[in-house]
Nanobody, 127 residues
Framework: QVQLVESGGGLVQAGGSLRLSCAASGRTFNTYTVGWFRQAPGKEREFVAAVTWSGSITYYADSMKGRFTISRDNAKNTVYLQMNSLKPEDTAVYFC????????????????????WGQGTQVTVSS
């Protein structure tokens, strides 16, 4: 069983940056792809980015490409989301989760394929 805790959210002005962290407990964390998702008020939870268990492959939603960078440090059981050039429309609660399958070689952005959701961290971008 993997438990995830997100941190690093906060209030930032448009154009600013934040780095989110997703810290995991559990010895098998480094065998799972990890994804970041976000949910704005009144909207569906949407895919942001994901990184494979080895860290060698990353995948981004189109609107995040070039602004967000996902990475992981398996020695620290942590996945990061560096967010630059933030926009007011990036305001949401950000969640991390693990793939439901270990060692999957292909990344999916389908939230139904993810489990072990954290409690989320609020990101607010002011204009």
């Amino acid at each position: 069983q993997v438990q995830l805790v997100e941190s690093g959210g906060g209030l930032v002005q448009a154009g600013g940056s934040l780095r989110l962290s997703c810290a995991a407990s559990g010895r098998t964390f480094n065998t799972y792809t990890v994804g970041w998702f976000r949910q704005a008020p009144g909207k569906e939870r949407e895919f942001v980015a994901a990184v494979t268990w080895s860290g060698s492959i990353t995948y981004y939603a189109d609107s995040m490409k070039g602004r967000f960078t996902i990475s992981r440090d398996n020695a620290k059981n942590t996945v990061y989301l560096q967010m630059n050039s933030l926009k007011p429309e990036d305001t949401a609660v950000y969640f991390c989760a693990t793939d439901r399958l270990r060692y999957r070689s292909q990344i999916t952005g389908d939230k139904s394929e993810y489990v072990n959701w954290g409690q989320g961290t609020q990101v607010t971008v002011s204009s």
